[in-house]
C-alpha cells in the first residue's frame, strides 16, 4: 500500500487561505468517506484536525475545513495564523483493510 | 481528562526483544480501537496495526504483518506492541491513538499517547 501523496510544502502570509491536497487511488480515498487530516508540531504527537472528510473534532477551530472529490482529498486552512505553522499528515482507510497516511506537508507562514 | 500514556524511551542492541505499552484512562478503553503509529527519524507517519482491546482482534498493515505483536489486556486498560528481534531499523518513535469512534477502526485518531522513542544500536 503506497502512501497517499501530498505537495512537500506550502506557503502562505497571515490571515490568507490555503489548501493542501491529499492524492490516492480507487482503492483508498475514492472508495471511503474515511479521510483524516493531522497537524504536527516539531517533537510533538500529531492532532486530529479532521476525520470523516470533513467533521472537526470538538475544539478544532472552524478555520479547518476538509473536502474531497474522487481521489483527492483536501484540506483548507482560512484566515491562516502563526500557530498554524506545522507539519499535515492525510489518512485514509483502504480495500487492504488498513489505514494508509500521506507523505506529509510542510506549512509556512510567510 | 482522556488521555493515552505511553511507557518510557528505550535502548536496545540488535537482536533484543521489547514490549512498549499504552494506558488509557477516563473512557471506555475496551470499546475503541488502538492503532500503533510509527515515524521514523525525520520522516512521515507509518500505521502498523490496530487492537479492539475487548476482544482482542488484531489486524495488521501488510508492510508490518510479521515484524511485531500487537496486544491488549483490558483489565489494566493496556496495550502494548512487541518485538521479538530488533533490528537498526526499528529506530523511531511509535505512537499508540484511540479511534475516534467507539467500535469503529476505519476513522481518525483523535487521542494520542506522547511517544516512545526506540533506539537499536550495537
Known amino acids: 500500500q503506497s502512501a497517499l501523496t501530498q505537495p512537500a510544502s506550502v506557503s502562505g502570509s497571515p490571515g490568507q487561505s490555503i489548501s493542501i491536497s491529499c492524492t490516492g487511488t480507487s482503492s483508498d480515498i475514492g472508495n471511503y468517506k474515511y479521510v483524516s487530516w493531522y497537524q504536527q508540531h516539531p517533537g510533538k504527537a500529531p492532532k486530529l484536525m479532521i476525520y470523516d472528510v470533513s467533521d472537526r473534532p470538538s475544539g478544532v477551530s472552524n478555520r479547518f475545513s476538509g473536502s474531497k472529490s474522487g481521489n483527492t482529498a483536501s484540506l483548507t486552512i482560512s484566515g491562516l495564523q502563526t500557530e498554524d505553522e506545522a507539519d499535515y499528515y492525510c489518512?485514509?482507510?483502504?480495500?487492504?483493510?488498513?489505514?494508509?497516511f500521506g507523505t506529509g506537508t510542510e506549512v509556512t507562514v510567510l | 481528562e482522556v488521555q493515552l500514556v505511553q511507557s518510557g524511551a528505550e535502548v536496545k542492541k540488535p537482536g533484543e526483544s521489547l514490549k512498549i505499552s499504552c494506558k488509557g484512562s477516563?473512557?471506555?478503553?475496551?470499546?475503541?480501537?488502538i492503532g500503533w503509529v510509527r515515524q521514523m527519524p525525520g520522516k512521515g507517519l507509518e500505521y502498523m496495526g490496530v487492537i479492539y482491546p475487548d476482544d482482542s482482534d488484531t489486524r495488521y498493515s501488510p508492510s508490518f504483518q510479521g515484524q511485531i505483536t500487537i496486544s491488549a489486556d483490558k483489565s489494566i486498560h493496556t496495550a502494548y506492541l512487541r518485538w521479538s528481534s530488533l533490528k537498526a531499523s526499528d529506530s523511531a518513535i511509535y505512537y499508540c491513538a484511540r479511534h475516534v469512534n467507539p467500535t469503529m477502526r476505519k476513522n481518525g485518531m483523535d487521542v494520542w499517547g506522547q511517544g516512545t522513542t526506540v533506539t537499536v544500536s550495537s
Open positions: 477516563e473512557y471506555s478503553f475496551a470499546n475503541h480501537w
Open positions: 489518512s485514509s482507510y483502504t480495500t487492504s483493510s488498513t489505514i494508509v
